[in-house]
């Protein structure tokens, strides 16, 4: 979500200072030709065009972020791992996912106990890693993203199960991954998510 957010900043700044340069060039000649009014008009419309144009990319940003399935993940799973250290219960923990429309009504989290059995230790800072690839689900309009959960003590996997929402993605399960799913994905590379 970084990544994403340091391309939007680069495409505003391409887009903001061209039209901020040669409106704000063209205002400044006009007024010091005693065009007053002209100067003003112009300004006004330079205003418009930057207001428009801020609308535009901000909702193109939020469409982006939950069309692309690897960014919807990112942010389930930094809340998970926010649950993971701050001690949060599961009730709270869908509660804020589903109050920023990550996640659909009848999501499965994982379970407690599967979180004990993977080896999940609540309190624990955990390094988080996207696989790079998007996986089939089983149920049509899902798909399955691989998590690598990492500490001191080794790595656990979970896996994100999304469906299609029209343009949106939304979570259905976070499972923990079995260990013959983990031999399927072996060889998939995985990035950092930087918080």
């Not at 400044?28 to 801020?54: N, Y």
């Not at 999940?120 to 988080?128: A, C, L, P, S």
């Not at 899902?142 to 959960?149: D, G, I, K, N, R």
Request: aromatic residues 12%.
């Amino acid at each position: 979500m970084r990544t994403t957010r340091v391309v939007f900043i680069l495409i505003s700044i391409l887009i903001f200072a061209p039209v901020i340069f040669l409106q704000g060039r063209t205002i400044f000649r006009k007024w010091k030709e005693k065009q007053t009014r002209q100067a003003l008009l112009r300004l006004g419309a330079a205003v418009v065009l930057c207001l428009a144009l801020l609308v535009f990319i901000i909702s193109l940003y939020r469409f982006t972020l939950g069309y692309q399935a690897p960014l919807v993940v990112e942010r389930i799973v930094i809340t998970f791992t926010e649950k993971l250290e701050q001690n949060m219960d599961t009730t709270q923990y869908t509660q804020i996912l589903l109050d920023n429309g990550l996640i659909d009504t009848d999501f499965q989290p994982i379970s407690e106990i599967d979180l004990e059995h993977a080896g999940f230790q609540e309190g624990n800072t955990y390094d988080v890693f996207i696989g790079e690839q998007t996986f089939d689900g089983d149920e049509d309009n899902t798909v399955v993203l691989y998590v690598l959960h990492k500490n001191r003590e080794g790595g656990i996997y979970t896996a994100v199960e999304l469906k299609s929402y029209g343009n949106k993605w939304k979570a259905v399960k976070h499972r923990v991954v079995v260990q013959e799913e983990l031999d399927e994905i072996s060889g998939m590379k995985y990035y950092e998510i930087k918080r």
